[in-house]
């Protein structure tokens, strides 16, 4: 009888220690997807640049608001209208070079573009929000868009196409991304919905280094510009490339984490001054090189195409950033141990060994904070998401 109850006990014992220490190495995960407390400073914000209009021409400004769906200045939002054709497909100055050569700007609820050779032409985009709904397509995927009038569609038409028609202006009408991450983004695992933006081609946000275009530049005849990358924030006085291994980033006191490396296309040989092609394909042609994912279980998503710059997902509240704001990185935490939680030490009387964790074992992909956390990092919401778990 007495052997029988120790048998109980102590396999009541084994299952708690494993219960606790699987919470506790749930728990230590959870904590990885919180930002840091500590921070390093490696830079300073040196540029601050949105582009109303996907493929046009920049705007810069000396500080703007942080929102899920990119930067923010009152009406003038990131990638918030999109050239389309009449078939309803995103149309880019990867083949219509000529597109940056228009500047976009905001005054209120009007956009004005300009071009070489044309009168400016103006859009109310209060007006267009009560237009009628439809889809137009970027990169495959449905996205939702109000058309903004047959003035703008002609002019566009006839600057890059000199013709009367052809392509149409479009507005993106809700104040939050909708789109799913792109198959071949699902990579890494980092991007989530919520990072996709408007109309950009992956995230709302992308960095560049100053260092590392100057590396670049130390490797080419002709030199570029961070323009040719179009980034919303360029930060000057880190190290070459450092930006590659950051993980989580603020920005002023606004929080975002490196969720993916930018891959670079054609549109980089295009000179954002001329809305002309490098004849050599430059700076493309250097960068695969030395700037190619070489890792087996990535190249199948990202093929030849070079990296330069880092994608960014807003992990705070919506913020403002200003041009000088310190850029920092966050500093890791020591690891804790996957097992071994303080409270199996409590048990010395058992002579039993800590408990490993069964390395199968994954939790939920988007697992939230812990709620209020107890001595031992254990909670209601944690769990619940234990008892969850498949």
Not at 44 to 57: Q, R, T, Y
């Amino acid at each position: 009888m007495e052997r029988t109850k120790f048998a109980y006990v102590t396999a009541f014992v084994l299952g708690a220690g494993t219960a606790v220490a699987f919470a506790w190495w749930l728990w230590n995960r959870r904590q990885k997807e919180q930002p840091p407390k500590k921070w390093r400073k490696v830079g300073e914000l040196s540029d601050l640049i949105v582009f109303p209009v996907k493929s046009l021409g920049a705007v810069r400004l000396n500080s703007m608001e942080c929102t899920p769906l990119g930067l923010r200045d009152g009406w003038l939002r990131d990638r918030t209208l999109m050239v389309i054709d009449l078939d309803g497909q995103f149309v880019t100055a990867r083949n219509i070079p000529k597109m940056v050569q228009v500047s976009p700007s905001i005054s209120g609820s009007t956009l004005t573009l300009r071009a070489p050779g044309m009168m400016a032409v103006s859009v109310d985009l209060a007006d267009r929000l009560r237009g009628k709904g439809f889809r137009a397509a970027v990169w495959g995927q449905a996205v939702p868009a109000r058309d903004c009038g047959e003035e703008a569609a002609r002019w566009l038409s006839r600057f890059l196409l000199q013709e009367d028609a052809g392509l149409r202006l479009v507005y993106y009408p809700l104040d939050r991304p909708c789109r799913n991450v792109r198959t071949k983004n699902k990579a890494f695992p980092l991007v989530i919905g919520e990072d996709t933006g408007a109309y950009p081609d992956a995230t709302s946000y992308t960095l560049l280094n100053e260092a590392s275009v100057a590396d670049l530049n130390s490797r080419l005849k002709d030199p570029v510009t961070p323009q040719h990358f179009r980034p919303n924030f360029v930060v000057k006085g880190a190290e070459v490339l450092e930006e590659d291994s950051w993980d989580w980033v603020k920005i002023g006191s606004v929080v975002f984490r490196n969720v993916k490396p930018c891959t670079r296309c054609i549109f980089t040989t295009v000179d954002p001054e001329t809305g002309t092609k490098n004849p050599t394909v430059e700076p493309l042609k250097t960068l695969k090189g030395y700037r190619q994912i070489e890792d087996p279980a990535l190249r199948p998503f990202t093929g030849d195409s070079p990296v330069m710059g880092i994608h960014l997902g807003l992990r705070s509240n919506n913020g403002k950033v200003r041009l000088g704001d310190g850029v920092f990185v966050g500093v890791p935490e020591e690891e804790e141990p996957l097992y071994s939680p303080p409270l199996l030490h409590r048990w010395s009387s058992c002579d039993h060994e800590t408990f490993p964790v069964d390395g199968k074992a994954t939790p939920a992909d988007d697992v939230d904070s812990p709620d209020s956390p107890g001595k031992f990092g254990l909670s209601g919401g944690l769990v619940a998401d234990l008892a969850n778990l498949e």
